[in-house]
């Protein structure tokens, strides 16, 4: 890249460079104050016929209105999902993969609105294992009952 030639700028020279960009920021300034003053008093309008100010391109939190969710209802039933692990644990001596178990309990009947039920199962295969009722082969990816 080659240097760019400077001019040498006499101090008068300087001076009215300094003046014209003080006009144009003046002139500028005035002509936003100006647009806003449009915008204010369409806003005026805007909220004299809708009333609620709604339209002006400015939405507050308090206007938005969010859908009203369904509500779900917790699944009840009449065994934990622990004993239902457990018992399906129990019937295959020779353990079960996560997704199997998932499979199984669900087929016992247990009731769930869960959308993602398997980190439910993790969870409590998790808390099994803590207290010793289940322990994972690593090699064959199976969880088996201890007891």
């Known amino acids: 890249m080659m240097a760019k030639k400077k001019k040498k700028l006499s101090v008068t020279d ?40 709604a339209g002006t391109g400015r939405v507050s939190r308090s206007k938005v209105v969010a859908k009203p969710k369904r509500k779900r209802r917790r699944a009840r039933n009449s065994v934990s999902l622990t004993s239902v692990v457990a018992t399906v644990l129990a019937k295959h001596k020779k353990g079960l993969p996560t997704a199997e178990i998932e499979t199984a309990v669900l087929a016992t009947g247990y009731k769930t609105t869960s959308k993602n039920f398997r980190p439910m199962i993790y969870q409590t295969l998790a808390k099994m294992k803590e207290s010793k009722d289940v322990i994972y082969d690593g090699d064959a990816k199976l969880y088996k009952l201890t007891k």
């Open 14 to 53: 300087l001076e009215n460079l300094l003046q014209q960009r003080m006009t144009q920021l003046e002139t500028l300034i005035e002509k936003r104050r100006n647009l806003q003053d449009q915008i204010a008093q369409l806003d005026r309008e805007i909220h004299s016929v809708n009333g609620s100010g």
